[in-house]
């Protein structure tokens, strides 16, 4: 009897931190790569919400270390840095995934707590990231770091406010350090999920027919190529799908 094959696991042993990975496409990101043979590390906000994923993702035969943790709590950040070299000394993928939409106003009309708040989670969170992993992911044979963006970052778009400006300020973040590290064997890219089901797009399409927003397992195959050591793109915003 001829035995089946092993499937082949593109990112056996690698070693990837995903933030917003309780829901969405974190979620769905997480257990993707868990398939995959990552080592997960895992932060969101819920604590409870963690723990599901971290069953779902043990029975899959994985690991996660969880950090339940609000991102605007920097220094969290910096010690996420610290633990991540102390055990594995070096981060292979990086995904910042975890957003917040704020309100849907006229920019004049935007509380200035919910807009600090905004971009505090969408921008500076995500250079914090950067700031504290650049050095692991450059300790790493082939570091990936990939970032979520959005559609409202083309042309203008009215009463999305502090999302699409946080947004397009995260794109242009992530574009100067893409050309920072050119030369080095980090690969940096965005994502823009387009319509994916989400608590966030729940929030700002409510009542939206579910059938026009895809499911988010059904991206996350980019996710892996773009964590996989075989990446060739840089400095790119990819569609998916």
């Not at 409510?206 to 964590?227: N, R, T, Y």
Request: hydrophobic share 45%; glycine share 8%; with cysteine.
């Amino acid at each position: 009897m001829t035995m089946a094959a092993a499937p082949v696991r593109r990112l056996q042993g690698r070693v990837a931190l995903v933030t917003g990975a309780s829901r969405g496409i974190g979620r769905a990101v997480a257990l993707r790569y868990a398939k995959e043979g990552a080592h997960l590390v895992l932060t969101a906000r819920t604590q409870s919400a963690l723990e599901e994923l971290d069953d779902e993702i043990r029975g899959l035969g994985g690991q996660a270390p969880l950090v339940p943790a609000d991102l605007t709590d920097f220094p969290v950040i910096d010690r996420m840095g610290a633990a991540v070299f102390e055990r594995f000394k070096r981060l292979d993928i990086l995904v910042g995934n975890a957003a917040m939409l704020g309100t849907m106003s006229p920019m004049g009309h935007i509380d200035t707590e919910v807009w600090e708040q905004v971009v505090a989670v969408n921008l500076t969170a995500n250079w914090r990231l950067i700031r504290g992993f650049d050095p692991l992911l450059k300790a790493s044979e082939a570091g990936r770091a990939i970032f979520v963006t959005s559609e409202v970052t083309d042309g203008a778009w009215p009463y999305w406010g502090a999302y699409a400006v946080s947004k397009a300020a995260l794109e242009m973040m992530v574009r100067i350090y893409a050309a920072e590290v050119a030369n080095s064997k980090v690969r940096v890219n965005l994502v823009n999920p387009g319509a994916v089901k989400s608590a966030l797009r729940s929030q700002a399409y409510p009542g939206e027919d579910p059938k026009i927003a895809k499911d988010p397992e059904c991206i996350a195959g980019l996710f892996v190529e773009l964590a996989s050591p075989a990446c060739a793109h840089h400095g790119e915003t990819l569609p998916a799908g």
